[in-house]
């Protein structure tokens, strides 16, 4: 069965800065997909970003990153240059499973 | 991408009672889910509408409590029965453009709000 964890219940960022975002899974699958998603206070659900297992190259996509490092089973999101829009919650995600998520807050 | 709407977008339900829930995607729409997401809560899968056929439930979840439908590729149903206040949630729509979960991202409807006194 595959498990996603994500460790930080709540991060902390000043607005242009970096951040990193946690998230571990774990498979006994040697293909799979990580995913990333965003839910503002709105409460939509936003796909930012895509990994594969067999991916050479780190996924990017504009300010969101992956550090995937397949060896520690460890698919960690970051974004660059925060903005106040990126205050949500961010959710890892594989094979429809969902980790609990982080929430993230941007200050000025 | 693909566009997916559900309604109602809320409501209020008295203890007893029955709600149903569509969803209509568009036609790039593959695949279908359904989800939960609890008050505070990460989205937990309720199962997978299968066109024509009984969907596949997740452990914890099952057809009496929730029925599902998909009659055709681009519509959906959920169904709440016997709503309790514990099932005072957001039921999340979803679907995917690929035909894998694993390696297609999710496009979600804009959630139906349920609360249930």
């Known amino acids: 069965a595959q498990k996603i964890t994500q460790t930080q219940p709540g991060m902390f960022v000043q607005e242009k800065e970096a951040v990193t975002l946690d998230c571990t899974y774990d498979?006994?699958?040697?293909?799979?997909?990580l995913f990333w998603y965003k839910q503002p206070s709105s409460g939509e659900m936003i796909f930012l970003i895509y990994?594969?297992?067999?991916?050479?190259q780190n996924a990017t996509e504009g300010r969101y990153s992956l550090n995937f490092q397949k060896a520690r089973k460890s698919a960690n999101l970051v974004i660059s240059a925060s903005q106040l829009g990126d205050s949500a919650m961010y959710f890892c995600?594989?094979?429809?499973?969902f980790g609990a998520g982080t929430r993230l807050a941007v200050h000025p | 991408s693909a566009v997916i709407s559900q309604k109602p977008s809320r409501d209020i339900c008295q203890r007893g009672t029955s709600l149903t829930i569509q969803c209509q995607v568009d036609s790039q729409v593959t695949m279908m889910f359904w989800y939960r997401q609890q008050p505070g809560q990460s989205l937990t899968l309720i199962a997978t509408?299968?066109?024509?056929?009984?969907?596949?439930?997740e452990s914890g979840f099952v057809i009496d409590k929730f029925p599902i439908s998909r009659p055709n590729l681009t519509f959906s149903t959920l169904t709440v029965s016997n709503m309790s206040p514990e099932d005072s949630s957001i039921y999340l729509c979803?679907?995917?453009?690929?035909?894998?979960?694993?390696?297609?991202?999710?496009?979600f409807g804009e959630g139906s709000r349920l609360t249930v006194l």
């Open positions: 990994q594969g297992s067999y991916d050479e």
């Open positions: 509408a299968n066109q024509g056929s009984e969907a596949t439930y």
């Open positions: 995600a594989m094979r429809l499973i």
């Open positions: 979803s679907g995917t453009t690929s035909g894998d979960a694993n390696t297609g991202e999710l496009f």
């Open positions: 498979t006994s699958d040697q293909s799979y997909g």
